[in-house]
Nanobody, 120 residues
Framework: QVQLAESGGGWVQPGGSLRLSCAASGSMLSINDMGWYRQAPGKERELVASITQIGGPNYDTSVKGRFTISRDNGKNMVYLQMNSLKPEDTAVYYC??????????????WGQGTLVTVSS
């Protein structure tokens, strides 16, 4: 069974930094796009950043210049480095990945979510 597991959330003061990690495990042929979404209380889930298999990043305008997405294909991991954090970045952050399974299906997976709280 393929699954995603996030780590790295927590509390930080405004202007601080956090790094989120997400590991994919299980039997798979490859991982296509990977990304990070977030959902703040009372709001819909939104895309924060995504990255293609060859490393092309895409960012929401609200985080461009502050967040950096990267991946390690050898370790089946994706990271989100978050700098200059603002209170409005407070949300549950979810890892997302599109997996090519061993039976050649594309499976979209979500992690369980990790809470990021930015406050003084």
């Amino acid at each position: 069974q393929v699954q995603l597991a996030e780590s790295g959330g927590g509390w930080v003061q405004p202007g601080g930094s956090l790094r989120l990690s997400c590991a994919a495990s299980g039997s798979m042929l490859s991982i296509n796009d990977m990304g990070w979404y977030r959902q703040a209380p009372g709001k819909e889930r939104e895309l924060v950043a995504s990255i293609t298999q060859i490393g092309g990043p895409n960012y929401d305008t609200s985080v461009k210049g502050r967040f950096t997405i990267s991946r390690d294909n050898g370790k089946n991991m994706v990271y989100l480095q978050m700098n200059s954090l603002k209170p409005e970045d407070t949300a549950v952050y979810y890892c997302n990945a599109k997996i090519l399974t061993v039976v050649y299906n594309i499976l979209e997976l979500w992690g369980q979510g990790t809470l990021v709280t930015v406050s003084s």
